[in-house]
T-cell receptor
Framework: AQSVTQPDIHITVSEGASLELRCNYSYGATPYLFWYVQSPGQGLQLLLKYFSGDTLVQGIKGFEAEFKRSQSSFNLRKPSVHWSDAAEYFC????????????FGKGTRLSVIA | DTGVSQDPRHKITKRGQNVTFRCDPISEHNRLYWYRQTLGQGPEFLTYFQNEAQLEKSRLLSDRFSAERPKGSFSTLEIQRTEQGDSAMYLCASNHRSVNTGELFFGEGSRLTVL
C-alpha cells in the first residue's frame, strides 16, 4: 500500500527566501506523485505532478519538485517565497496505473513573515 | 469553466441527526471520490465511484455512512446518527478514467460541525 510522509508540520520562512518542503513516499512500483496546495477554508489545487520522464518538474506559481527514486522523495521547492504562498501543502502518491485513489500526506503548513 | 461543486459548504448539526452532502463533478468526469479531512490532517480516502458503480470503500466508512451516485453524475454522501467525531471537511473530487494519471480535481469541500 502507498504511504506519504511529510516530516515538517509547520515551516516559517521570510518573504523572498527560498523554500523546500519535504515529501517521502512508499510504493512498490513507479509512483505518480503530486503536490497540492490548500488555502484556509478552500479545496485543494494542484501545483504540479510527476508521471515519468524528466525528474525535475515545473508547476504553477513558480514551484518545482524533483523526483529522486533512490531516496523515495519528491521535495517541493521555490526560489523566492511570496506572502501569498502561505498555505497548507500536501504531497500525494498514486499508483502508476491511475486506478487507485491518491494517498495524501498530513501536510506542511507554510507561514511567511515579512 | 465549471469545476467540482459541493453543497452545502457548511453544516452545523446536533449529535444524532442525519446529514447529506451533495457533489457535482466536472461534467465529463466519470470518476468521483469522497475524502474526509480533519483539522491538521491530510485528506483521507472514503470511497469512489466509476459512473454509478461504487468501486472501493475505505474502512473509515462506517455503516453510518452511505454514498450514492445513482445516475453516474452527481453523488450524495449521507451520515446517519452523527457523532462529534464526524466533524470534518468532506471533500469531493473527480477525474476521468481514460486520462489514467490519477490526478484529482477537488471541490471546495463541505464542512460539518457536530455539536
Amino acid at each position: 500500500a502507498q504511504s506519504v510522509t511529510q516530516p515538517d508540520i509547520h515551516i516559517t520562512v521570510s518573504e523572498g527566501a527560498s523554500l523546500e518542503l519535504r515529501c517521502n513516499y512508499s510504493y512498490g512500483a513507479t509512483p505518480y506523485l503530486f503536490w497540492y496546495v490548500q488555502s484556509p477554508g478552500q479545496g485543494l489545487q494542484l501545483l504540479l505532478k510527476y508521471f515519468s520522464g524528466d525528474t525535475l518538474v515545473q508547476g504553477i506559481k513558480g514551484f518545482e519538485a524533483e523526483f529522486k527514486r533512490s531516496q523515495s522523495s519528491f521535495n517541493l521547492r521555490k526560489p523566492s517565497v511570496h506572502w501569498s504562498d502561505a498555505a497548507e501543502y500536501f504531497c500525494a502518491v498514486g499508483a502508476s496505473s491511475g486506478n487507485t485513489p491518491l494517498v495524501f500526506g498530513k501536510g506542511t503548513r507554510l507561514s511567511v513573515i515579512a | 469553466d465549471t469545476g467540482v461543486s459541493q453543497d452545502p459548504r457548511h453544516k452545523i448539526t446536533k449529535r444524532g441527526q442525519n446529514v447529506t452532502f451533495r457533489c457535482d463533478p466536472i461534467s465529463e468526469h466519470n470518476r468521483l471520490y469522497w475524502y474526509r479531512q480533519t483539522l491538521g490532517q491530510g485528506p483521507e480516502f472514503l470511497t469512489y465511484f466509476q459512473n454509478e458503480a461504487q468501486l472501493e470503500k475505505s474502512r473509515l466508512l462506517s455503516d453510518r455512512f452511505s454514498a450514492e451516485r445513482p445516475k453516474g453524475s452527481f453523488s450524495t454522501l449521507e451520515i446517519q446518527r452523527t457523532e462529534q467525531g464526524d466533524s470534518a471537511m468532506y471533500l469531493c473530487a473527480s477525474n476521468h478514467r481514460s486520462v489514467n494519471t490519477g490526478e484529482l480535481f477537488f471541490g471546495e469541500g463541505s464542512r460539518l460541525t457536530v455539536l
